[in-house]
């Protein structure tokens, strides 16, 4: 059985966490301080270190926390692959973009690459795991290509969305959703 952190432990995690969250809604993340994220957070430097070993192992496993929170786990929750789940999928990663614009003001290159590989990995693994438990055929290789195709779909329409298109969210999602059934047709062709 796994030793469990005390509740103490816990709190203060989370508070030192919500402390960048909040500071990085007011200023750029290279702008902020370890004593700000302190002082926003009410513990000490030496607490701070205690648990983060500096400022980018703080933002990291920060994101990685909100990652999991707004992208994994609501994933995982969905079932099937239909035209809603789809949607469904649509408002989960738009959520998360929102998440990430307190960090980054949409400018996703400021987390590093290995972070971000890293991310994309896991929710190509995790479309993966959604289509083969939905396709009809058991090729791994063409479900897998399929994942990886629809991952990239959404992420360019929502990128697309954010920086250049001027209508309203739902109709932009709704026009694109049959380009991603097609792929998923795809898989369940062979």
């Known amino acids: 059985m796994g030793k469990r952190l005390d509740p103490r432990i816990i709190r203060t995690r989370k508070?030192?966490?919500?402390?960048?969250?909040?500071?990085?809604?007011?200023?750029?993340?290279?702008?902020?301080?370890?004593?700000?994220?302190?002082?926003?957070?009410?513990?000490?430097?030496?607490?701070?270190?205690?648990?983060?070993?500096?400022?980018?192992?703080?933002?990291?496993?920060?994101?990685?926390?909100?990652?999991?929170?707004?992208?994994?786990?609501?994933?995982?929750?969905?079932?099937?692959?239909d035209q809603e789940a789809i949607k469904e999928i649509y408002h989960i990663f738009f959520k998360y973009a929102e998440v990430l614009a307190v960090y980054c003001q949409y400018d996703f290159t400021c987390f590093n690459r290995d972070l971000s590989d890293r991310m994309t990995e896991q929710l190509i693994d995790q479309l993966f795991l959604?289509?083969?438990?939905?396709?009809?055929?058991?090729?791994?290789?063409?479900?897998?290509?399929?994942?990886?195709?629809?991952?990239?779909?959404?992420?360019?329409?929502?990128?697309?969305?954010?920086?250049?298109?001027?209508?309203d969210k739902e109709n932009y999602i709704d026009s694109t959703i049959p380009t991603i059934l097609n792929k998923i047709e795809l898989i369940n062709k062979n």
């Open 15 to 81: 508070m030192i966490m919500r402390a960048i969250r909040q500071l990085a809604e007011e200023q750029a993340l290279d702008e902020i301080t370890v004593k700000e994220i302190a002082e926003k957070a009410n513990v000490n430097r030496a607490t701070f270190y205690y648990h983060f070993k500096d400022k980018q192992d703080l933002i990291e496993k920060t994101l990685l926390m909100d990652f999991d929170n707004y992208l994994i786990t609501p994933l995982s929750n969905i079932r099937h692959v």
């Open 130 to 167: 959604l289509l083969k438990d939905n396709a009809a055929s058991n090729q791994e290789q063409d479900i897998r290509l399929i994942a990886v195709s629809m991952f990239w779909s959404i992420f360019g329409f929502i990128r697309e969305w954010i920086y250049n298109i001027r209508v």
